[in-house]
């Protein structure tokens, strides 16, 4: 199978879908990849390196998705990448579509097979192509949190971790899964007061086992989330509910009732926000205020450490990639009920049940698609 790289051109994305080691573990089971010009230059993956793994280097965009049968990225294709795409050509990425009605019509327009990481399953349970850049994403929730309090960026004036005789911030973090428990990590190692909320008794159990009376445990419903909201520094939502648009947790209420210079970090914001104030941002301008509370609201956060979240990403998403190109789409998908949990669009039609509930398109199993 020849296999395709784009240069990615959301907003301070610099992260690559393949690295050279990626495109080894390809070419050494028979697959061409190209690889447009400088995809990987910024995070110190040059022209030179990919060569040197067996790729081949393109010079533009639409030349990848003219001859490639299967296109791996990173962030979801932008409306002139949708529209390159055609049908039947598989696209291998994050999409995150039930909160983007737009991409979603272009997708299914396009009658490409579009396999998103975020909706891959393990065996194990969880999603192991979103968790390491959960894992990103929670570490950084805390230190752009942390950055933001300060007074010269918006915030309160605050430094989180408190000095001996002056109390720390409180920093509430809404969500234990992967985001949720690696905000807390960097946020106990700061000194800071720290809360979590959860549904699942159990992980907030583990947690209490493993950090002690170093945090506090809630059980997450409305009440109690109003309360930590309102006494909180430093608010972290990264609650998930897979392929489906998140829960609105946090309200415009909430909001005007909460600290003047505090901070809130929606990590959920890929998949349309757990704050009722929040919109998107980018890292060329990543906060806006509402109701003198400074939101950061950034869709790819873990774009900023992009070499570190390039590497992690690619150990995740490598297997799958290396099967679809051996086996093709239909026969991986059906050799593996894990991967085929990542069918999300495929020849104009929707076939993740939360997308379409979502935005209001039929359902088509994916089952129904590969005989």
């Keep these: ?31 061409q990849v190209i690889v447009q010009t400088n995809a990987g230059s910024e995070i110190g993956l040059s022209d030179d390196q990919y060569l040197a793994a067996g790729a081949s280097i393109v010079e533009t965009a639409k030349e990848i998705f003219e001859r490639a049968d299967m296109i791996v990225k990173v962030k979801e294709p932008q409306p002139n990448e949708c529209a390159l795409l055609r049908a039947g050509q598989i696209l291998y990425t994050y999409l995150h579509l039930a909160p983007d009605p737009e991409q979603t019509s272009a997708l299914v327009a396009s009658g490409a097979v579009c396999i998103a990481y975020e909706t891959i399953t393990g065996p194990g349970g ?6 390491p850049m959960s894992e990103v994403a929670g570490r950084m929730a805390i230190q752009a949190g942390a950055a933001h309090l300060e007074k010269s960026k918006g915030g309160m004036g605050l430094l989180l971790g408190g000095v001996p005789g002056v109390a720390p911030g409180h920093v509430v973090i809404i969500g234990a899964g992967v985001v949720g428990t690696n905000a807390l990590q960097m946020a106990v190692g700061t000194g800071a007061r720290v809360t979590v909320l959860d549904k699942n008794i159990d992980r907030l159990r583990q947690l209490d086992l493993v950090y002690g009376n170093r945090i506090s445990t809630l059980y997450s419903n409305a009440h109690a989330i109003e309360e930590a909201v309102l006494s909180a520094d430093l608010v972290i939502g990264g609650v998930l509910v897979p392929g489906a648009a998140a829960p609105k947790l946090v309200t415009r209420s909430m909001i005007s009732r909460m600290k003047k210079g505090a901070v809130v970090v929606d990590v959920a914001i890929d998949q349309g926000g757990c704050f009722e104030t929040s919109h998107p941002t980018t890292h060329a301008d990543p906060t806006f205020v509402v109701d003198g509370v400074v939101h950061y609201c950034v869709a790819n956060m873990p774009g900023a450490v992009a070499r570190t979240s390039t590497f992690a990403l690619n150990n995740a998403t490598i ?29 104009g039609k929707v076939t993740y049940q939360a997308v379409a509930e979502a935005l209001g398109y039929d359902y088509t199993p994916a089952a129904s698609l590969l005989a």
């Design 126 to 131: 969880g999603l192991p192509l979103l968790a």
């Design 1 to 31: 199978m020849l296999v395709g790289v784009p240069k990615e051109i959301k907003n301070h994305e610099y992260r690559v879908g393949l690295t050279p080691p990626s495109v080894q573990e390809l070419v050494a089971r028979g697959h």
């Design 319 to 347: 297997g799958h990639a290396v099967a679809l190109a051996s086996k093709g789409w239909r026969q991986a998908l059906e050799d593996d009920v894990h991967l085929r949990q990542g069918l999300n669009v495929c020849q």
